[in-house]
């Protein structure tokens, strides 16, 4: 078996889940149960970020400690991850101590080296982004971008790590593992932005300016830098595990420039270690075309949503809207759409259907196939066509054209049931037919069955409880689940499953 190591960002303690934390958390689960499935040993890690100016800043403003404040708010995610159904190993905080030791180690083992250095800086400060920022990041007509909020001149000492000094050894490195971020595209952007010269990273922040940081090992007057501590907790969670380099770090487009896929790599290669194999870069949710922003007041509880419609809902709107790597519009009416035409109207339908029928006219057992006609050849050529198609398509991150794959087939499945009829075999006391009712009862059954295995990563519960009224409990091999055979004969069916039930109250 092998290891297969995956992360989320960890997401900064400075305010309470939204969409995009969700989605995040979600897609990263779907490559994990996935690659379980797939046979590998998934360690899948996610976590809060939890120092920092920012943090400091919204503790005092609510008169609390900033620990109390962070207790707080990574409960906040931690029971997001419950919720969704996310099936994390761990769950990192940069506030733990077996996080600081690792950062700790790692920075003075720098200063150790020469690569980390003490000098004055000059310019200009971010308070809203924590970062130092130079002439070059002002706008053409010389203001600041929103984003940095408000920026202010300043002078002080502080400890640079030689950023610069490997931006030729990342270039290099980018240019010979071109694999190393998905999509592809996104790697020439990084190159892009490394024709300017780096300029060396200032890793600390004083204490008089900001307490509320791990302390340089070879000065505590000091402060670490919010990037430089919250980047190593993908290594620090894993490093007396064996498990690095992580097979994938999972990112918003947002955090890949320079943080993911400069500073990183880059503090890694510095202490001797190797980058991760691999940067997954999801793009944003949108609304009206542009970015949900909680100060616009756009931003969209995802427990509401799953409140309403059950997790498995959520689930399977987020990793079917969205083709990874892409940004993606959210409306409640879209989701409506895929809640009622897919999941409800098309799977929901043929369980009910299967379930009926098979209680009506079989008394609740699923029977053999007795005969195999143009219609369930068809059907089986289809599946085979489906599986083969959708299994490298999920390899690929393709989760969402996977799921239309799938959909298709229970299309497919609902289309051969109206060919067959089996309400009007039912009727008939001719041996033909009787044996062609038994037949469609089987084959509905069956690619039911199927159907569910092939969504299994997406929507664990629900084909849980579509297997639990089938009467059948999955072997441990995924791969086996996928092939059209007769594991569902003799089975007791439940008479009826309720799965995506009308919402009874407005939507929001």
Same mark, same amino acid.
């Given at each position: 078996?092998?290891?297969?190591?995956?992360?989320?960002?960890?997401?900064?303690?400075?305010?309470?889940?939204?969409?995009?934390?969700?989605?995040?958390?979600?897609?990263?689960?779907?490559?994990?149960?996935?690659?379980?499935?797939?046979?590998?040993?998934?360690?899948?890690?996610?976590?809060?970020?939890?120092?920092?100016?920012?943090?400091?800043?919204?503790?005092?403003?609510?008169?609390?400690?900033?620990?109390?404040?962070?207790?707080?708010?990574?409960?906040?995610?931690?029971?997001?991850?419950?919720?969704?159904?996310?099936?994390?190993?761990?769950?990192?905080?940069?506030?733990?101590?077996?996080?600081?030791?690792?950062?700790?180690?790692?920075?003075?083992?720098?200063?150790?080296?020469?690569?980390?250095?003490?000098?004055?800086?000059?310019?200009?400060?971010?308070?809203?982004?924590?970062?130092?920022?130079?002439?070059?990041?002002?706008?053409?007509?010389?203001?600041?971008?929103?984003?940095?909020?408000?920026?202010?001149?300043?002078?002080?000492?502080?400890?640079?790590?030689?950023?610069?000094?490997?931006?030729?050894?990342?270039?290099?490195?980018?240019?010979?593992?071109?694999?190393?971020?998905?999509?592809?595209?996104?790697?020439?952007?990084?190159?892009?932005?490394?024709?300017?010269?780096?300029?060396?990273?200032?890793?600390?922040?004083?204490?008089?300016?900001?307490?509320?940081?791990?302390?340089?090992?070879?000065?505590?007057?000091?402060?670490?830098?919010?990037?430089?501590?919250?980047?190593?907790?993908?290594?620090?969670?894993?490093?007396?595990?064996?498990?690095?380099?992580?097979?994938?770090?999972?990112?918003?487009?947002?955090?890949?420039?320079?943080?993911?896929?400069?500073?990183?790599?880059?503090?890694?290669?510095?202490?001797?270690?190797?980058?991760?194999?691999?940067?997954?870069?999801?793009?944003?949710?949108?609304?009206?075309?542009?970015?949900?922003?909680?100060?616009?007041?756009?931003?969209?509880?995802?427990?509401?949503?799953?409140?309403?419609?059950?997790?498995?809902?959520?689930? !399977?709107?987020?990793? =079917?809207?969205?083709?990874?790597?892409?940004? *993606?519009?959210?409306?409640?009416? @879209?989701? +409506?759409? &895929?809640?009622?035409?897919?999941?409800?109207?098309?799977?929901?339908?043929?369980?009910?259907?299967?379930?009926?029928?098979?209680?009506?006219?079989?008394?609740?057992?699923?029977?053999?196939?007795?005969?195999?006609?143009?219609?369930?050849?068809?059907?089986?050529?289809?599946?085979?066509?489906?599986?083969?198609?959708?299994?490298?398509?999920?390899?690929?991150?393709?989760?969402?054209?996977?799921?239309?794959?799938?959909?298709?087939?229970?299309?497919?499945?609902?289309? !051969?049931?109206?060919? =067959?009829?089996?309400?009007?075999?039912?009727? *008939?006391?001719?041996?033909?037919? @009787?044996? +062609?009712? &038994?037949?469609?009862?089987?084959?509905?059954?069956?690619?039911?069955?199927?159907?569910?295995?092939?969504?299994?990563?997406?929507?664990?519960?629900?084909?849980?409880?579509?297997?639990?009224?089938?009467?059948?409990?999955?072997?441990?091999?995924?791969?086996?689940?996928?092939?059209?055979?007769?594991?569902?004969?003799?089975?007791?069916?439940?008479?009826?499953?309720?799965?995506?039930?009308?919402?009874?109250?407005?939507?929001?």
């Amino acid at each position: 078996m092998k290891s297969f190591y995956i992360t989320t960002a960890i997401d900064y303690a400075n305010g309470s889940p939204h969409l995009g934390h969700a989605y995040e958390k979600v897609l990263t689960d779907v490559i994990s149960r996935f690659r379980r499935q797939m046979g590998d040993t998934v360690y899948f890690l996610t976590g809060t970020d939890e120092h920092g100016q920012k943090v400091q800043a919204s503790a005092r403003k609510q008169g609390v400690e900033p620990q109390a404040y962070v207790d707080r708010i990574s409960a906040e995610f931690q029971a997001l991850c419950a919720r969704l159904d996310v099936s994390n190993n761990d769950f990192i905080r940069t506030t733990e101590p077996r996080h600081k030791q690792v950062v700790r180690a790692i920075l003075q083992q720098l200063f150790d080296r020469g690569e980390i250095y003490q000098a004055e800086y000059r310019g200009f400060y971010s308070t809203r982004q924590e970062q130092f920022l130079q002439e070059k990041d002002r706008l053409p007509d010389g203001s600041w971008p929103e984003i940095y909020g408000e920026v202010t001149d300043i002078v002080e000492k502080n400890y640079f790590f030689r950023l610069r000094k490997y931006q030729d050894w990342l270039i290099d490195y980018l240019r010979t593992h071109e694999d190393f971020i998905f999509p592809k595209y996104r790697q020439k952007q990084v190159l892009e932005f490394l024709k300017e010269p780096l300029n060396d990273l200032c890793i600390s922040r004083p204490k008089e300016r900001l307490e509320w940081g791990i302390p340089l090992p070879f000065d505590e007057n000091y402060v670490t830098y919010v990037w430089f501590d919250a980047l190593l907790n993908y290594y620090s969670a894993v490093a007396d595990k064996g498990l690095w380099p992580a097979d994938f770090n999972v990112i918003g487009k947002d955090i890949l420039v320079p943080p993911h896929a400069v500073y990183w790599p880059i503090m890694l290669h510095a202490s001797g270690l190797p980058p991760p194999k691999a940067l997954l870069v999801h793009g944003w949710w949108l609304q009206g075309g542009a970015k949900m922003s909680k100060s616009k007041g756009e931003t969209v509880n995802p427990l509401s949503l799953v409140d309403q419609f059950g997790v498995d809902a959520f689930r !399977y709107f987020l990793i =079917r809207e969205m083709n990874v790597g892409q940004d *993606s519009e959210f409306t409640v009416e @879209q989701f +409506l759409v &895929r809640y009622n035409s897919e999941l409800a109207n098309n799977l929901g339908n043929l369980v009910n259907r299967t379930l009926n029928m098979t209680t009506r006219f079989a008394a609740g057992v699923i029977p053999a196939v007795d005969v195999t006609e143009d219609p369930e050849r068809e059907l089986q050529e289809l599946w085979t066509k489906t599986r083969d198609e959708a299994v490298p398509l999920c390899e690929q991150f393709q989760f969402h054209t996977a799921l239309e794959r799938g959909m298709a087939f229970i299309t497919a499945t609902n289309a !051969y049931i109206e060919k =067959r009829a089996p309400w009007k075999l039912g009727k *008939s006391a001719e041996a033909k037919d @009787q044996a +062609l009712l &038994r037949t469609s009862l089987a084959t509905m059954a069956e690619a039911l069955r199927l159907a569910v295995a092939l969504m299994r990563h997406v929507t664990p519960s629900t084909t849980d409880k579509i297997n639990a009224v089938l009467g059948y409990t999955p072997g441990p091999v995924w791969r086996d689940e996928l092939v059209w055979g007769a594991k569902l004969k003799g089975a007791r069916v439940a008479e009826s499953l309720v799965l995506f039930p009308r919402p009874e109250k407005k939507v929001g």
